[in-house]
């Protein structure tokens, strides 16, 4: 199975902030990368798809990035809205498997 | 508007089973291939099963095999999940999830809102 290790699995930032996030995948899975953002009770939403490409209706302040079996999830100006678990996916092959989550709160 | 909705879910005892329905509306089910997403209480996602929109792509989770069943009904733009020997480690919250694909990417873009599962006796 390919093991997605997620870090930080948390981290507090301010309104205005920008925030990386990474995922390293434990063998290649080309671009098969999703990210999904989590608020507490409700279903994830879908971020980015193909590791950089938006999702549509998702703000342009979202970005994705590869370099080989590593990727990143950039906020560019963290807003209120955006205080949430965020969750990369790789779907290269079965069994899909998450990271296990990275949770932004409030500094 | 894409709409998934998850039912079925609730209390069982171990080793009962439960079967989970989703009720897609919005889009041509048939069109789609459909995943089940599970969470456990405070945990991370976990991808529990696939099927294409050919029966002939079912993939699972090494920690359901052999006991949960994905099966699809077109002609009522229905999801299930046939859970059987449940154990207390399969209590979540159960999702359904649309697949969107293309040749250099799969994801899932849309989700119901889920379906509570508890195993305990």
């Known amino acids: 199975d390919i093991q997605m290790t997620q870090s930080p699995s948390s981290l507090s930032a301010s309104v205005g902030d920008r925030v990386t996030i990474t995922c390293r995948a434990s063998q290649t899975i080309s671009t098969f990368l999703n990210w999904y953002q989590q608020k507490p009770g409700k279903a994830p939403k879908l971020l980015l798809y193909g590791a950089s490409s938006l999702q549509r209706g998702v703000p342009s302040r979202f970005s994705g990035s590869a370099s080989g079996t590593d990727f990143t999830l950039t906020i560019s100006s963290l807003q209120p809205e955006d205080f949430a678990t965020y969750s990369c996916?790789?779907?290269?092959?079965?069994?899909?498997?998450f990271g296990q989550g990275t949770k932004v709160e409030i500094k | 508007e894409v709409q998934l909705v998850e039912s079925g879910g609730g209390l069982v005892k171990p080793g009962e089973s439960l079967r989970l329905s989703c009720e897609a509306s919005g889009f041509t089910f048939s069109g789609y291939s459909m995943t089940w997403v599970r969470q456990a209480p405070g945990k991370g996602l976990e991808w529990v099963s696939y099927?294409?929109?050919?029966?002939?792509?079912?993939y699972y989770a090494d920690s359901v095999k052999g006991r949960f069943t994905i099966s699809r009904d077109n002609a009522q733009s229905s999801l299930f999940l046939q859970m059987n020997s449940v154990r207390p480690e399969d209590s979540a919250v159960y999702y359904c999830?649309?697949?969107?694909?293309?040749?250099?990417?799969?994801?899932?873009?849309?989700w119901g809102q889920g379906t509570l599962v508890t195993v305990s006796s």
């Open positions: 099927i294409g929109t050919s029966t002939f792509y079912i």
């Open positions: 996916q790789q779907t290269y092959s079965y069994p899909w498997t």
């Open positions: 999830a649309r697949v969107s694909d293309d040749l250099d990417y799969v994801s899932q873009d849309y």
